[in-house]
């Protein structure tokens, strides 16, 4: 059985749930964490959120490169067309019997994280360099984040903050060590390798790998796993960490589009689809789209104004008895008694077992 990389693994697992039901690029998408409706209802319906957004830098050529690979080495099998695969015996053997590199990643969580953990990483590293720097009286240095977004947030939150230098300091790298005592060793010491500090330069992923005699692919998933990790741990504990969890304010949740964010004001005002469609000069079928964003992104949202419970359990029990998410599918087995988008209602609710509230 030939090994494949972390990433061939991610796709094969991918192409595995999936199950013939999505092209190729939809696995990209996935992947770039694509800000869509579609791709971002595919990785809940899916169960595939982990994986959002988790190689923004894939390219079509890049993947197409990839699954030729895994055709090749005789893990999956073209389906219907070109831009369609299935994962045969030998792919599934390989998931079964294979300690898949991944798994070891348990913070993974791309679709709550991608959309914050560039901004986050680049705003610490910044304030670790300029702290650094301060702790050691030394003024002018060439800041390792030159994007004048996170250089801005960084003067405000040194200006802002109400104490000495020594107390910021102290009450920083206080802070830092607590969350670090929280990390494995060899997660703590990825993290702080790539810090930049007074007279210093944080390592890169590549000379990160070399050292650890690593591949670099593998090293890029464990960073992601170790911010991911970070990152859960200041949004779970605030007050724990009232300084660092400043770091993670103001950004958006990738869980819903700006756009649906929008569409659920107007609803929760009591306006209907029809409403928010003529108000916001959208298609019906657009804002059909957001509701879905909003179902799966609230567990409380209402939907009984969209589908009965009867009708909910009878798509509900469809679609475990088939085992599918193809809506065309689900809708033909149920003699088109249900609309699409009381089916993409039902995937958006299926955590909840007692229905629609």
């Known amino acids: 059985m030939i090994k494949l990389s972390v990433l061939e693994e991610i796709i094969l697992y991918l192409i595995h749930r999936y199950n013939g039901e999505r092209t190729i690029q939809g696995i990209t998408h996935l992947l770039r964490g694509k800000q869509s409706a579609q791709i971002i209802q595919d990785s809940h319906f899916y169960r595939v959120t982990s994986f959002f957004g988790l190689f923004q830098f894939l390219t079509q050529q890049n993947m197409s490169d990839l699954v030729y690979r895994l055709e090749k080495n005789g893990y999956i099998i073209q389906y219907e067309n070109n831009n369609t695969y299935l994962i045969n015996s030998n792919g599934i053997k390989y998931l079964e019997n294979v300690d898949l590199q991944f798994n070891e990643y348990t913070y993974l969580n791309g679709l709550r994280f991608n959309s914050i953990q560039k901004v986050f990483w680049k705003r610490f590293t910044l304030f670790f360099q300029t702290i650094s720097n301060l702790n050691m009286n030394v003024k002018y240095f060439r800041a390792v984040i030159q994007d004048q977004d996170t250089q801005e947030w960084v003067k405000k939150e040194l ?61 890029y998933i464990k960073s992601i796993n170790v911010l991911h990790h970070i990152l859960f741990i200041l949004i779970e504990n605030k007050n724990d960490f009232p300084f660092l969890s400043r770091f993670v304010q103001g950004d958006k949740n990738a869980n819903i589009t700006n756009t649906s964010i929008e569409t659920k004001r107007l ?23 957001h509701i879905v964003e909003c179902v799966i992104s609230d567990k409380r949202f209402p939907i009984d104004q969209f589908i009965t419970n009867e009708q909910y359990t009878m798509i509900k029990n469809k679609i475990l008895e088939l085992n599918t998410r193809k809506l065309k599918i689900i809708k033909e087995a149920l003699l088109n008694e249900v609309s699409y988008f009381q089916i993409r209602i039902t995937l958006a609710r299926m955590g909840d077992i007692h229905g629609p509230k």
């Open 159 to 219: 200006l802002s903050y109400k104490g000495s230098k020594n107390i910021l300091v102290n009450h920083f790298y206080e802070e830092l060590h607590k969350i670090l005592k929280q990390l494995s060793d060899d997660d703590a010491l990825l993290f702080v390798n790539r810090l930049s500090g007074a007279n210093s330069y944080g390592m890169t992923l590549e000379q990160i790998a070399s050292e650890n005699k690593i591949n670099v692919e593998t090293t």
């Open 267 to 289: 609803f929760t005002e009591g306006k209907s689809i029809q409403d928010i469609a003529h108000i916001r000069k959208l298609k019906i079928s657009t804002i059909e789209d």
